[in-house]
Nanobody, 124 residues
Framework: QVHLVESGGGLVQAGGSLRLSCAAS????????MGWFRQGPGKEREFVATIGYTGRFTNYADSVKGRFTISRDNAKNAVYLQMNSLIPEDTAVYYC?????????????????WGQGSQVTVSS
């Protein structure tokens, strides 16, 4: 069992930046891909970014490509999401998740453990 806790969310103006952190406990996540998803008001949960178990490979949703960067520190059992050039459409609850496998994972069904979410609000 893995317990994931997100932090770093908040209110930011358009054009600003935030860095989300995801701390894992209960088990080492270094052998698994990790991902970030988000769910905006009245919307379904959607894929944002994923990172392979070594951190070498990443994949992003088109809507965040070039603005967001996913990274991990396996020594700290943690994953991060650096969000730059934020726009109001990025407003959502952001979730960290651990995949079933080590490779890049883009679907909700690829993930077994989820955090409770961190609210990000971008004002215009």
């Amino acid at each position: 069992q893995v317990h994931l806790v997100e932090s770093g969310g908040g209110l930011v103006q358009a054009g600003g930046s935030l860095r989300l952190s995801c701390a894992a406990s209960g088990r080492n996540i270094s052998n698994y891909a990790m991902g970030w998803f988000r769910q905006g008001p009245g919307k379904e949960r959607e894929f944002v970014a994923t990172i392979g178990y070594t951190g070498r490979f990443t994949n992003y949703a088109d809507s965040v490509k070039g603005r967001f960067t996913i990274s991990r520190d396996n020594a700290k059992n943690a994953v991060y999401l650096q969000m730059n050039s934020l726009i109001p459409e990025d407003t959502a609850v952001y979730y960290c998740a651990q995949a079933y496998s080590s490779g890049l994972s883009l679907k909700i069904s690829d993930y077994i453990y989820w955090g409770q979410g961190s609210q990000v609000t971008v004002s215009s």
